[in-house]
Antibody
Framework: EVQLVESGGGLVQPGGSLKLSCAAS????????IHWVRQASGKGLEWVGR??????????AYPASVKGRFTISRDDSNNTAYLQMNSLKSEDTAVYYC??????WGQGTLVTVSS | QPVLTQSSSASASLGSSVKLTCSLN???????IAWHQQQPGKAPRYLMR???????RKGSEVPERFSGSTSGADRYLTISNLQSEDEADYYC?????????FGGGTKLTVL
């Protein structure tokens, strides 16, 4: 089955860290660019970053809102992408989705930043 | 940086057609966009990629009722023969070399 499955969400205190995983199956993961997108409750979609394939030297990019705090990586041998989130703030509370560029979305995982 | 503007809401009757608009800001009217659908309580779903020429390529299992078109800086999503399950939020997205941008989304109500 062609799918992306996120995991690793949960409750974390402000200033804390969390690492999300995005497990892929059914398609050429190693050749795909993977994005992370988040959605706060009742709000729209916000791009969080992306990682390109080995062909493009695993290049990453992030918006200003998370640059320096979030890091995207990937393990092609395990068909998994990761989102490492540090120095978390209350405004990072959202459902986090991974997405294959040009198509498939995961089902999302909820991150709550609260004391 | 590109900016996408969408109307916050739209409505149409069951069985009718609706055309949703996504507008690119000045200097970016040649950009390709993507349309995504998000039904209530669900993850977004990729609908299509839409080019400046009006040519579009849909994702897998996207019904034929969904189509795209272009006029200048505007990118459209047309849904024909509206069904109840089409009631959803619709987002457009575009990208530059190191950034991706989403429009604010249009909430479509099927009457």
């Amino acid at each position: 089955e062609v799918q992306l499955v996120e995991s690793g969400g949960g409750l974390v205190q402000p200033g804390g860290s969390l690492k999300l995983s995005c497990a892929a199956s059914g398609f050429n993961f190693s050749g795909s660019t993977i994005h992370w997108v988040r959605q706060a409750s009742g709000k729209g979609l916000e791009w969080v970053g992306r990682i390109r394939s080995r062909t493009y030297t695993y290049a990453t990019a992030y918006p200003a809102s998370v640059k320096g705090r979030f890091t995207i990586s990937r393990d092609d041998s395990n068909n998994t992408a990761y989102l490492q989130m540090n120095s978390l703030k209350s405004e990072d509370t959202a459902v986090y989705y991974c997405r294959r560029e040009g198509g498939l979305w995961g089902q999302g995982t909820l991150v709550t930043v609260s004391s | 940086q590109p900016v996408l503007t969408q109307s916050s809401s739209a409505s149409a009757s069951l069985g009718s057609s609706v055309k949703l608009t996504c507008s690119l800001n000045g200097g970016h009217n040649t950009y390709i966009i993507a349309w995504h659908q998000q039904q209530p309580g669900k993850a977004p779903r990729y609908l299509m990629r839409l080019e400046r020429s009006g040519s579009y390529r849909k994702g897998s299992e996207v019904p034929e009722r969904f189509s795209g078109s272009t006029s200048g800086a505007d990118r459209y999503l047309t849904i024909s023969n509206l069904q109840s399950e089409d009631e959803a939020d619709y987002y457009c997205e575009t990208w530059d070399s190191d950034t991706q941008v989403f429009g604010g989304g249009t909430k479509l109500t099927v009457l």
